[in-house]
């Protein structure tokens, strides 16, 4: 049916002269033009829904992608403020013991106390730099809040020993996670 319509017998042109055909044929043409219209018309009902579904979805990705950002932002300050937090602690209990008189073993236990909660200060840094520079989690697998978590009663401790978010006035990029992390990567400093 399809070859007779493409190539119409008798040399009438496609579906122009419905007149000089037979009553058959001219029924058979008009079912083939009904069909091809259908067709046609559910193709672009099929693209209609396709592009709304994709207009519809596109700006819940666009939202989510920017909640994303904006809580691996704030968890990269918060690290970097926790960093600063440790290290302060590790390094003033280490001094302490440095202002009293006080036997050769204490001092360097105390010493090798500090370095290890520093040690430790950093591996947690580390751990969770890599978290925001190269997440392993997929994005709609689960979400920011869950995937870059920060504790409230922690980050109040923080506060109150003067490392809150107002505190401490530096925001943290991927440059400056990249250059503690890899220091002799970078040539040049990124904090300006």
Not at 5 to 24: A, E, I
Not at 68 to 79: K, L, V
Not at 88 to 114: E, I, K, M, P, Y
């Amino acid at each position: 049916m399809m070859v007779t319509t493409w190539y119409p017998p008798h040399g009438v042109p496609l579906l122009l002269d419905l007149s000089q055909l037979p009553p058959q044929t001219h029924f058979e043409r008009w079912l083939l033009l009904l069909q091809v219209l259908a067709f046609s018309i559910c193709t672009q009902l099929f693209l209609l829904l396709v592009f709304m579904g994709f207009a519809v979805f596109q700006p819940c990705s666009l939202v989510r992608r920017q909640l994303y950002e904006c809580q691996r932002r704030r968890y990269a300050n918060y690290i970097f403020r926790r960093l600063l937090w440790h290290l302060n602690v590790a390094f003033a209990s280490a001094t302490c013991c440095l202002d009293g008189n006080d036997d050769q073993q204490r001092l360097l236990d105390s010493c090798l106390g500090a370095s290890e909660q520093a040690s430790l200060a950093v591996q947690l840094f580390r751990r969770d730099a890599f978290k925001v520079l190269y997440p392993t989690q997929e994005l709609l697998a689960t979400s920011p809040g869950e995937l870059y978590f920060v504790a409230d009663e922690e980050e109040q401790e923080m506060a109150e020993a003067g490392y809150g978010g107002t505190d401490v006035k530096v925001e943290v990029s991927d440059e400056l996670l990249m250059y503690l992390l890899y220091p002799e990567r970078c040539v040049s400093a990124p904090i300006k």
